[in-house]
């Protein structure tokens, strides 16, 4: 019999809890209990995205983990309106994102062919050749930072934004993208795609260096 790991952590120890206040609370973190801490650390928290409005909370009284909303916390979130469902959220952006580097792979094959065509032609003929460039490097950086900081703003709209998500938005897609399905509670499909895009694009391009 396998252990459900989805399941929130057992109670803290009753004979441990019985040295608590009233406004000790423990709190869940990726399975693993935290805490005693008071209401307005995790409120701090809240304020700081490293929690959310679903983290089971617990404290001396309870018989069981609530979520944050539905505890005797929900105060502290009663006047921000939750999440929007992760249904409603488009992923537009980051299957551009995902399939970005196939793109850039064949646009420099391209030019490449190009190359090697005109280097021919001119040797050819005697004439002096001059290769044409490929994409400036700087543009591919440009391009994933700019769809990365799009989608970010689309998830901070929505209620999902957090400052890991806005660092790696821009300067670390594979992570991002990675975060961001998580986050969303999504199967990182479109973070796998740009894996396999990368290396795709990578030997669409190198095929015809060779």
């Known amino acids: 019999m396998t252990e459900d790991l989805s399941a929130p952590p057992p109670l ?3 004979g441990a809890a019985s040295q608590l ?6 709190y869940v973190v990726n399975g693993a209990r935290r805490g005693p801490t008071t209401a307005t650390t995790i409120k701090d928290l809240l304020n700081k ?3 959310e409005t679903d983290t089971q909370v617990w404290r001396k009284g309870m018989p069981e983990w609530k979520p944050l909303r539905e505890s005797d916390l929900g105060e502290l979130v009663a006047s921000e309106p939750p999440a929007i469902s992760s249904k409603h959220i488009g992923n537009g952006y980051v299957w551009t994102l995902a399939l970005l580097p196939i793109v850039l792979g064949v646009i420099e094959a391209l030019v490449s062919a190009s190359n090697q065509d005109a280097a021919a032609r001119s040797l050819a003929l005697g004439i002096p050749y001059h290769a044409s460039r490929g994409l ?10 700019l769809l990365g900081w799009l989608d970010d703003r689309r998830l901070q709209q929505a209620g999902y934004g957090s400052r890991a998500t806005r660092i790696t938005a821009v300067l670390l897609t ?3 993208l990675f975060l961001r399905a998580k986050r969303l509670k999504q199967r990182p ?3 796998v795609a740009w ?3 990368l290396i795709v694009g990578f030997l669409i391009y190198a095929s015809v260096e060779s």
Do not use: R
């Not at 206040?21 to 423990?26: D, K, L, S, T």
């Open 195 to 197: 894996i396999l895009s």
């Open 174 to 176: 594979p992570v991002y």
């Open 136 to 145: 400036p490097f700087q543009l591919p950086v440009v391009i994933n930072g």
């Open 189 to 191: 499909y479109y973070a």
């Open 49 to 51: 995205k490293e929690i």
């Open 21 to 26: 206040g009233p406004n000790e609370w423990h």
């Open 12 to 14: 803290p120890d009753l």
